[in-house]
């Protein structure tokens, strides 16, 4: 009967480990108590003249597969990455733009409509081939992977520019020292200018003037949006968040995806927005509005899998003979944290947690500052990992000291817990009170164990979100054919290790790593030196393998880190059974217990 529940017991918690974990973790990492508030589309207090409504399928994509984002995002069907190609080289040799030519970003502005519609990460490659070229994060409105900004005027019975209006440009190329002013006169006395500035890393500031040479005052309202399809969108999990974003006074909200704008056809978060953009698990492209401005901002499905971040600011009445203007900012890069952190340090709120550190941002920020500086000094992200590993395990080193300790002198009462369960087996309070009296008389903590297990799991699962969220990680290479530590171990065994040519699904794609991690795991579980009847011992002996295939599509920096700290587990453990040599005693014991209570039922 025991056995049938013990092994019933096993099979529910293979289970939760193999489809559970998600439920839990949402349960940790529960929705924000203020969601945002979804309204239909048709309630929007005005249409936005300049930007995209709605969208055309590409060409190529009438029959092409429902759209699976990848784990970085990007076109994946070689018939939109054909027409992608094709369209930019049209695109982009018109004479109507202005270069973009900063130290992190190139690319250039479209004068038809005054869109930032080009843009490429200079210091950030496509894959980890050397020739793949830089990470483009903008594409001009139409094609495959349109995604853009946009800056423009709301008009109450005065002609402003719209998205056909053809803007005339100062001097380029557009670079930290040399900023781009477009103006438009729209024959009616207004004269309406957009001056462009960047910086050295992502940041561009766009300040949007109107000047009134007419009799009478107008009013107008400015505005700014970034227009994106999700068809480029990375994967969303809940761990990894991909989609609508922003900071609206009460956090950063990553409780929005893009199927919830789709079904609502707006979404209007709660509170005034610091900023409010798109977020994919590396990229991100934010609005942040003048600060003693107000405005509205929202989430807007357009059709076709197309979005649009809006932010328009309150009408301005601009009196004649006058100027207003307003200032916008638009971070279109990458999600480096020190630069996030420089810009939130520079006045833009929570602008750090952009990256989506979860709970464990506590214990996440320190693991990648110290991984930082230990590649600096190793100079290879493997080794560094490994580094980590080390010092992570060498702190833990006295605790696990008094672990094992701990066991020792549970074994060491063992006699006299069997005298007082003998003698008041047949008052069951009576004997857990003289247990725990036993326990405080002999200085003993029967939890000391748990501990090092417990400090492991934020650490692990720390080190598991730093692997997955900070590009600092992305593309660094180990040894051999670990060319990315932060993507899954390339070589599977289905495959040949690549001979065969098919690409096994993500369970089934064992590596190396993955078998190095259920061997060393099966060593550790060996070692236990506590006393198990022979179901939990073949639970534990079930594990490991399990395990293997439930961490072999995680990222191969992770099961570096589990593999090392397994190796040193073991390490640790023969040490320790040296100064206590009762437990190895004891261990020994135990298993040639169970083996010939074994023996005895077969």
């Not at 597969?65 to 069907?77: A, Y």
């Not at 309406?192 to 561009?204: A, P, T």
């Not at 060593?523 to 490991?544: E, V």
Request: proline fraction near 7%; charged fraction near 20%; charge should be neutral.
């Amino acid at each position: 009967m025991d056995n049938q529940r013990n092994l019933l017991l096993a099979v529910v918690l293979c289970g939760l480990l193999l489809f559970g974990w998600e439920a839990v973790v949402q349960r940790i990492y529960p929705q924000p108590a203020e969601p945002a508030k979804a309204v239909a589309a048709a309630a929007s207090p005005t249409a936005i003249p300049g930007g995209s409504t709605e969208a055309a399928p590409a060409e190529g994509a009438t029959n092409a597969p429902k759209h699976k984002p990848t784990r970085e995002g990007g076109l994946d069907d070689p018939k939109l990455e054909a027409v992608e190609s094709r369209d930019l080289k049209t695109e982009l040799v018109s004479p109507e733009r202005v270069k973009i030519d900063a130290p992190e970003v190139a690319g250039s502005i479209d004068l038809v409509g005054a869109q930032i519609d080009d843009l490429t990460l200079t210091k950030h490659s496509q894959s980890v081939e050397k020739d793949s070229g830089p990470v483009r994060l903008f594409s001009p409105d139409g094609t495959p992977a349109q995604y853009f900004a946009q800056f423009g005027w709301i008009g109450q019975g005065v002609k402003v520019p719209d998205g056909k209006t053809v803007w005339q440009a100062s001097d380029g190329p557009l670079t930290p020292s040399n900023p781009v002013t477009l103006t438009w006169n729209n024959g009616q006395g207004q004269n309406f200018q957009i001056e462009f500035s960047v910086d050295d890393k992502y940041l561009i500031t766009a300040r949007q003037t109107v000047s009134n040479t007419s009799g009478g005052s107008i009013a107008v309202r400015p505005y700014a949006l970034i227009n994106r399809t999700s068809s480029t969108a990375s994967l969303s999990t809940y761990t990894l968040h991909s989609g609508p974003i922003g900071d609206f006074g009460n956090g950063v909200d990553f409780g929005t995806d893009y199927k919830d704008v789709a079904s609502a056809g707006s979404v209007t978060p709660s509170g005034k927005a610091s900023w409010i953009g798109f977020t994919d698990i590396y990229w991100l492209s934010a609005l942040v509005p003048q600060s003693n401005a107000q405005v509205d901002t929202d989430f807007r499905a357009l059709g076709n899998d197309i979005f649009r971040a809006d932010v328009i600011y309150d009408s301005l009445t601009v009196p004649s003979g006058r100027q207003i203007a307003r200032t916008t900012q638009l971070f279109a890069g990458a999600k480096e944290s020190d630069v996030l952190k420089a810009y939130e340090d520079a006045g833009i709120p929570q602008f750090s947690n952009a990256i989506d550190w979860g709970w464990f941002g506590v214990v996440e920020k320190p693991i990648l500052w110290l991984l930082k500086h230990l590649y600096a000094f190793a100079g290879n992200f493997g080794l560094a990992i490994i580094l980590l590993t080390l010092i992570v395990r060498g702190a833990m080193f006295p605790i696990a000291q008094k672990q094992f300790a701990s066991m020792a002198a549970m074994k060491a009462i063992q006699p006299k817990m069997k005298a007082l369960q003998e003698r008041y087996k047949d008052d069951k309070q009576k004997q857990q009170q003289e247990v725990m009296a036993l326990y405080k008389a002999e200085g003993v903590n029967p939890l000391a164990g748990c501990l090092p297990m417990l400090l492991q799991i934020p650490i692990f699962f720390g080190l598991y979100k730093v692997l997955m969220l900070s590009i600092d990680m992305r593309h660094k290479p180990f040894i051999l054919w670990i060319k990315d530590l932060s993507a899954p171990d390339p070589l599977h065994v289905l495959n040949l290790f690549g001979l065969l040519p098919f690409t096994p699904p993500g369970f089934l794609g064992i590596g190396v790593l993955a078998i190095l991690l259920g061997i060393t795991m099966f060593l550790t579980f060996r070692l236990n030196p506590s006393a198990m009847d022979p179901m939990q011992q073949k639970m534990f002996n079930f594990m490991p393998w399990v395990l293997m295939f439930v961490m072999a599509p995680f990222a191969a920096g992770l099961l570096l880190y589990w593999i090392t700290s397994n190796l040193l587990t073991l390490t640790q453990q023969q040490y320790l059974y040296s100064k206590h040599p009762q437990l190895r005693a004891q261990a020994d014991k135990d298993k040639a217990d169970r083996e010939q209570a074994s023996k005895a039922k077969g």
